[in-house]
């Protein structure tokens, strides 16, 4: 990603001190969204009881406000722990398509201090094949930053 480090520090800077999550997330997705033209939507699931993942704060058009684990690339995410990277969201089963401009997705695990799945992160991008493993890396690393030390 462009620019990571200074993008990692400024999160780091902005978030220092703060535990309440929605607040966190916030300020996450306003950093993450307005820091690179890949991302056309940039947000956050949470889950809100087992099985189940509700919208949190987002940038970018409408997003589904409820995804079962079983469905989507969110749902994959949350379902597997494991990042997802979707280079043509044509060919995920199931995509959950909330714009139909949305061309690859990246979708990536947020735990808390204890390592419990507190949410998802979700990119959209209008590009094919836009998120490499090295997006996911950077982003989890800046994840790991800011929800990382949030108590359950
Ligand atoms: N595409 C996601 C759904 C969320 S909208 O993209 C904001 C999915 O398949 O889980």
Do not use: N
């Amino acid at each position: 990603m462009a620019e990571h480090e200074a993008l990692r520090a400024r999160i780091r800077s902005l978030t220092e001190g703060e535990t309440d999550q929605v607040a966190l997330m916030a300020t996450v997705v306003c950093e993450l969204h307005h820091s690179d033209a890949r991302f056309d939507w940039t947000g956050f699931y949470r889950v809100t009881e087992p099985g189940l993942l509700k919208i949190g704060p987002y940038q970018g058009g409408h997003g589904c406000l409820a995804i079962p684990f079983e469905r989507g690339v969110c749902g994959a995410c949350a379902r597997t722990g494991e990042p997802q990277i979707v280079v043509d969201v044509e060919a995920f089963p199931d995509h959950i398509a909330c714009s139909s401009s949305t061309r690859s997705e990246l979708v990536l695990p947020v735990r808390d201090a204890s390592g419990a799945l507190i949410a998802v992160l979700d990119i959209d991008s209008d590009r094919p094949a836009a998120f490499t493993e090295a997006d996911a890396e950077a982003l989890a690393q800046i994840l790991e930053d800011v929800f990382g030390h949030v108590a359950a």
